[in-house]
């Protein structure tokens, strides 16, 4: 790895970090455990201005800073959620050949890291596992628009940022 | 690519209908239950049918606490306690859901398709 890379990639993790943090400290009223994802938009960044190994870094090292920084024990949520949703996004995104669009791959990343989640809740709280199921569809809801408009923010956010545009 | 392309929205209309679907499911596929059971200081002392139209009395630590089963649904009319917060939750009618008195021990629940004869879950 050259070392404009890793600096680079320390970027990301810094801002996808400070992004995480100050998002679940941001005093908007929202439905309890609903998130945007801002992170999101840089693990995305990360995914197209390098590969999938990029990406699945800059997510899994966010998730542990901010767990560090924030609330430990959600560690067991967001961690394998942040691992799962950038692998699937990076995985698309080199399957589906440009056929889906930076929207199309937020969208399955937040899909994928919701139902991560809901995964976990479902084998570590062993009280009333059917209700935690029936928030699946609620859950997917949220991610589709969560996902839809983090994609938008990452599209806005590549098409000013030169190195990218060129790649993308 | 930047551009919403055809498959994005066939990826984003898929899941909502997926979503949608596994509401449906969740509202109206388990949304039946034709069970109440009683329990105080967590041993079960009634399980009754939701079809039969009745009043009767739990014993408590407290005195006793008055339940109505009139249309399928369930209620606790009076109670012994203090802040009389079972009697303020109202009907129940659906699976899962709980009246519970904590002063007097009673919890009433209805059984869902999913617990009959099970258990609910274990604690240490």
């Known amino acids: 790895m050259d070392t404009q890379k890793m600096v680079r990639l320390s970027l990301l993790?810094?801002?996808?970090?400070?992004?995480?943090?100050?998002e679940s400290q941001l005093p908007i009223p929202r439905p309890l455990w609903l998130r945007l994802g801002l992170a999101n938009v840089i693990t995305l960044i990360a995914l197209m201005m390098y590969d999938i190994k990029a990406a699945v870094t800059v997510a899994c090292m966010r998730a542990l800073l901010a767990g560090i920084f924030g609330t430990l024990p959600m560690l067991a949520f967001s961690f394998p959620?942040?691992?799962t949703s950038s692998l699937s996004m990076g995985v698309l995104y080199r399957v589906s050949g440009q056929r889906l669009s930076i929207i199309g791959l937020s969208v399955s990343g937040a899909v994928v890291h919701n139902l991560?989640?809901?995964?976990?809740?479902?084998?570590?709280l062993s009280l009333?596992?059917?209700s935690i199921l029936a928030l699946a569809p609620l859950l997917i809801l949220a991610a589709v628009a969560a996902g839809f408009v983090t994609g938008l923010i990452a599209r806005y956010v590549i098409r000013h940022l030169p190195p990218v545009r060129n790649w993308v | 690519m930047?551009?919403?392309t055809r498959y994005d929205k066939l990826l984003i209309i898929?899941?909502?209908a997926v979503a949608l679907l596994c509401l449906g499911i969740v509202r109206y596929g388990v949304g039946r239950t034709d069970t109440?059971?009683?329990q105080v200081d967590g041993e079960e002392v009634i399980r009754a049918s939701l079809v039969e139209d009745r009043r009767f009395w739990v014993d408590g630590p407290l005195g006793k606490t008055e339940i109505e089963i009139k249309g399928k649904r369930v209620r606790v009319v009076d109670s012994p306690c203090d802040k009389k917060i079972c009697v303020r939750t109202g009907w129940i009618d659906k699976p899962y859901q709980t009246i519970i008195c904590v002063?007097?021990?009673?919890?009433?629940?209805?059984?869902?398709?999913?617990d009959k004869d099970k258990l609910d879950g274990i604690t240490g």
Do not use: C, D, H
């Open chain 2, 36 to 38: 109440v059971v009683v």
């Open chain 1, 128 to 130: 009333n596992r059917s």
């Open chain 2, 2 to 4: 930047l551009r919403l």
């Open chain 1, 81 to 83: 959620a942040a691992l």
């Open chain 1, 116 to 124: 991560t989640q809901l995964m976990v809740a479902y084998f570590v």
């Open chain 2, 103 to 114: 002063p007097n021990r009673i919890v009433v629940r209805l059984l869902g398709s999913g």
């Open chain 2, 14 to 16: 898929g899941l909502l």
């Open chain 1, 13 to 22: 993790v810094s801002l996808a970090t400070v992004l995480s943090i100050l």
